[in-house]
């Protein structure tokens, strides 16, 4: 393991931004992750999750709003290689909203779509800008979905003969609830 003192430079760049990464830290609070039901779109099976900020939660309406958005984003997935599985993520965020769709693609890799609206009005929510990425809670529920994904549909130990009936359901059974920082 690397000392991560020794792998600093003896001064840090200009472009670190020390007092912003101290702000940023200090205004740091755990959001709430809660599965939602596994659903089917465009002929997917979906993972659903809600992420909620201090004092925000997702509503029916919300989730029926972001579930509508995964599947027009759905609809296309054979063309971008999708294997049928995909994670919704639709978070009620502190600055607004924002729904993802991560999908499993061919080659061990995955398709991400980003959307995002003001808070409270999931017919704003729209595509996200270019380069816009997952954010430190939505992050800590994609690396759950990573682990769950590797361990129950691949077969950590390498076995790919399983019931793949069986793996899906180990996964769709898998998921993250609570805080996450």
Known sequence: MTDPVRALPERLPESVASNELRALAAEHRARIVRPLDMREASGHLVKAYAIEAPGRAVSEREERAALELAAGHLASGRARGSLGLAVLLVHAGGDGDYVLVHTWIEGYMSDL????????????????????????????????????????????????????????AAWGGDVLRGAVR
Do not use: I, M, N
């Open 113 to 168: 779509a980003v959307f995002a609206g003001p808070p409270g009005a999931p017919d704003g929510l729209r595509p996200g800008r270019q380069g816009l990425a997952p954010c430190v809670w939505e992050q800590a529920v994609l690396a759950h979905e990573r682990d769950a994904f590797s361990t129950h549909v691949l077969g950590g130990d390498g076995d790919g003969d399983g019931d793949v009936e069986r793996r899906l």
